[in-house]
């Protein structure tokens, strides 16, 4: 289909954007401060955009064009990481620069993947939603690898200005690649256009809804916020530099990409219980890698933790418009994105448990607490119900 292959392809070019811009934020928070808590700090101000903005810029993407939205989105984001680069280059000041360029990409990172998302559904359908998020979610992930060894390279050779011209570049690409795309197939603005109003009312009044907003937020807090640690970890406990690091984030995305592919071939029908089992593992690696001193054990840990991680992901999106109509598909995604902006209590709070107990203790201490909700969800299934609406209009 060719207006899922420029999608994937413009997905594959932020995904390099995104994976050197993080390494490149968390490098100069970590070398500007020895501080693991710096580095939650700035990472939570990449995800405070998605509490605030996720569900408004949702229910836009189901008024507007979606694939416009992304090449706009992605030209913007492209200015940004140059207007870094240029600014780093001159001398400023590095970890204000890096602050504000966190809330930045924030912005973009939520507009770009709630479009996106809900534009792989238009091109699918619903029916094919897990197994065409799941493709489309390879794309960022298999490129995520090239991104982080090209920016650990790029750091420690010729310093930070160059890893954001990497990622301006790519941005760039990605916005390239979808003029003169597919605009509409069965878009849900044909057939109306929900405002903010309604795409709240999803979370207050959609039990399914909120099942999976809590679940997905607990994942951000307690998985997804222990990257915080990785890069303290990487370098005083692995004894790996910034290109060590690198080599982490790649095996990281390539285990993502093993995953995702796997998922793409599972029968429908079991995505909550899917859904829950990833969670475990998620915690099951995170407690696994602070426990492990060896560098090539960490590369192997990082393989299981990104494809856990990945399946979180693809999963909770396909989970959520599955069980919305297909005119709030893009509040949908704006919904997941509210959900991963409970982020910043995740960041802050595991840096601030790494200056205490260190870094390692740190990410084992939210492991558990991640392995406990899962567990807890399989006592409590609270994925029961989600699993007979998914049926009840997974033929849709």
Wanted: one cysteine or more.
């Amino acid at each position: 289909m060719p207006g899922f292959r420029r999608l994937w392809l413009s997905l594959a070019g932020s995904g390099v954007a995104q994976s050197a811009s993080q390494l490149g934020l968390s490098w100069i928070a970590l070398v500007a401060t020895d501080s693991p808590l710096a580095v939650g700090v700035l990472f939570a101000a990449r995800m405070i955009p998605s509490l605030l903005f996720g569900i408004p810029f949702g229910a836009l993407t189901d008024r507007f064009d979606r694939r416009r939205i992304l090449i706009r989105v992605n030209l913007l984001a492209a200015l940004a990481g140059a207007a870094v680069a240029v600014a780093l280059a001159m001398g400023w000041p590095a970890l204000p620069v890096a602050l504000v360029a966190s809330i930045g990409f924030g912005l973009f990172d939520t507009f770009r993947v709630t479009a996106s998302q809900a534009y792989v559904v238009d091109l699918v359908g619903v029916g094919g939603a897990r197994r065409g998020v799941a493709v489309a979610n390879i794309a960022p992930q298999s490129v995520a690898a090239i991104g982080a060894l090209a920016g650990g390279a790029f750091l420690e050779r010729y310093g930070s200005p160059l890893t954001f011209v990497l990622a301006s570049v790519a941005w760039l690409f990605a916005a390239l690649v979808l003029v003169g795309g597919v605009s509409r197939v069965r878009a849900a603005v044909e057939r109306g256009h929900p405002d903010l109003r309604s795409a709240m009312a999803l979370v207050l009044r959609n039990r399914e809804v909120r099942a999976l907003v809590v679940l997905i937020a607990l994942t951000e807090i307690l998985g997804f916020s222990g990257w915080v640690v990785v890069p303290t970890i990487a370098r005083d406990i692995l004894g790996i530099g910034a290109s060590g690091l690198g080599v982490l984030l790649a095996a990281r995305a390539i285990g993502a990409v093993t995953l995702l592919l796997g998922l793409a071939r599972v029968r429908p029908g079991r995505s909550p219980a899917l859904f829950v089992g990833a969670m475990g593992a998620f915690g099951i690696g995170q407690i696994a890698f602070g426990l492990n001193t060896s560098p090539p054990l960490a590369v192997a840990l990082s393989f299981a933790i990104g494809g856990a991680a990945a399946c979180c992901d693809a999963l909770g999106q396909t989970l959520l418009q599955q069980v919305v109509p297909d005119t709030s598909r893009g509040a949908a995604m704006g919904v997941w994105f509210f959900s991963l902006g409970f982020g910043p209590i995740g960041f802050v709070a595991i840096g601030a448990l790494a200056e205490v107990i260190g870094a390692p203790m740190a990410l084992v201490a939210t492991g558990v607490a991640l392995l406990a909700v899962a567990a807890l969800a399989v006592v409590r299934d609270p994925m029961h119900q989600l699993g007979h609406a998914v049926d009840a209009i997974g033929e849709r």
